[in-house]
């Protein structure tokens, strides 16, 4: 449904290449929107996954994501994403190499499962 604003924004693999100029508040303000559609469209018993990423240049961008959701939905659980591992020497997934003096590589995502609107 939808992509997490640093990989749509900034990923050459992404589909649509989009580059957009939003300010984050514009950006939290368009997601405002997005979240009164879905809840239109959501079946009684439906639910969905939310997946919210960051950079390290703006780490609090994510939870200020779920601030906006949290006006419109519930949250059931939430799925910490480790994109990369390291076992006994080995590594597997995928590695954001370090570019910064101050700022740690960030390899994990957030997702969230929002339940149906009558979950209790």
């Known amino acids: 449904m939808l992509s997490s604003r640093p990989f749509r924004t900034t990923s050459e ?3 649509t290449h989009t580059k957009d100029n939003l300010d984050d508040e514009d950006y939290l303000d368009w997601l405002d929107d997005v979240f009164v559609s879905v809840k239109e469209v959501l079946k009684d018993n ?3 996954f939310l997946s919210v ?3 390290a240049k703006k780490p609090w961008l994510a939870m200020r994501v779920m601030e906006v959701a ?5 949250l059931q659980n939430e799925i910490i994403w480790a994109k990369s591992l390291t076992i006994s020497g080995r590594s ?6 370090v570019r910064s003096k101050s700022h740690l590589a960030t390899c ?8 149906p609107p009558d979950f209790s």
């Open 70 to 74: 949290i006006a419109h939905f519930e």
């Open 13 to 15: 693999s992404s589909t």
């Open 46 to 48: 439906g639910s969905f």
């Open 92 to 97: 597997i997934g995928q590695f954001n190499p």
């Open 53 to 55: 990423g960051s950079t």
């Open 108 to 115: 994990h995502e957030h997702s969230k499962k929002i339940p």
